[in-house]
């Protein structure tokens, strides 16, 4: 079954994509959550003219992401948490973490964009994320979990 996504689906693919999927998952899944609409003839046309379109808003948007990255990518993330017996933490740091604390540095980014690699930190040290700003714009960063005084 083709279809085309009306929004990003994780594992799947990114807005505006046309996608082969089997039948029960788009039938009883994407279409029915509006995920995902049937890829006819004249939808695949009205997509093609969107597209073409919206490729120039699309470097716009680019560059901006660009822009964030590269802020993003000069931060000097750290987290505090309370500390257990050795570096072991009371709970653990995740993505909601992050994004908070690059809030607080004037940059907002939502959480689901926001991969802590290994999922959750449940130890003090230093840490990797991927932030997925854009489709074609993807920042690596590093944040420390440090012990709360």
């Known amino acids: 079954m083709e279809l085309i996504l009306k929004q990003d689906v994780e594992n799947l693919g990114f807005k505006d994509d046309v996608v082969t999927v089997k039948n ?3 039938r009883n899944y994407l279409i029915p959550h509006g995920y995902a609409m049937l890829a006819t003839s004249s939808a695949k046309k009205v ?5 073409k379109q919206r490729a120039y808003k699309e470097a716009k948007l680019i560059e901006d992401a660009n822009v964030i990255a590269e802020t993003i990518k000069g931060l000097d993330i750290k987290i505090a948490s309370k500390v257990g017996s050795g570096d072991k933490l009371f709970g653990s740091v995740n993505n909601i973490n992050l994004a908070d604390a690059i809030a607080k540095s004037g940059t907002t980014i939502d959480k689901k964009f926001i991969k802590v690699v290994g999922g959750s930190v449940k130890r003090l040290g230093k840490y990797q994320a991927t932030v997925r700003l854009h489709r ?3 920042a690596d960063i590093t944040f420390e979990v440090v012990s709360e005084s």
């Open 136 to 138: 074609e714009v993807v």
């Open 47 to 51: 997509l093609a003219e969107n597209l």
């Open 24 to 26: 029960g998952y788009g």
